[in-house]
């Protein structure tokens, strides 16, 4: 099974994750978490351009890399780990690429940024995805302490133009679970359990 989670930065996604992952493994399931972009060495490397602040990357070269990224991820990691009897989560999959470098940068129409991710994924598609919904207004207090990356970086009105994305996909995709994010952590954790406990029963 394959979970996801999104939202834009600040949106609490890697402590929900931590919290799932320990639920899940002491109901006894194999659990393994990767984060995107990440996950292997290749996609490692094309992370830490992707967030370096000092490099300027045309829009288009950007959702190449992301995708590029995400490919190797799939092939190295995911499509082994998926044929076992696993739960794999993700830190971000293909839908942040929508959002970001298509309604976020603009860099190409949506609908060739929706081609792209097919190749890119394998035509992996998650079972789950959970929206961590937050307004950009509180993303933007808890992150204000942290240095920022070269996506983070990016402006308000591109950042206002994400949030729209993910607001799009959450009305247009069936397995986008949108959670209420401004609650507190335990109340977040326990609406993840209750869909994801739901969707584990079928
Ligand atoms: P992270 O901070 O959640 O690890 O994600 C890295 C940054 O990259 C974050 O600002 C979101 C952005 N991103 C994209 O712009 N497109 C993508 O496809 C992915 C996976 C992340």
Redesign the pocket.
Known sequence: MLITFEGI?GSG?STQIDLLQKYLNDKGYKVNVF???GGTDVSEMIRGM??NPEIDIDPVTELLL?SAARSQLVAEKLLPLLKKDVIVIL??F?D??TA??GFGRKSIPIEQIKQINKVATHQLVPDLTFYLRLSLKEAAERTRQFEK?R??LSGDSFFQNVFEGFEHLSKTEERFKAIDAGQDIQAIHEDIVSILEKRLEK
């Open positions: 930065d996604k984060r995107e972009p992707l967030l992301f830190d971000r293909f942040s690429t970001y470098q990356d996506m983070e």
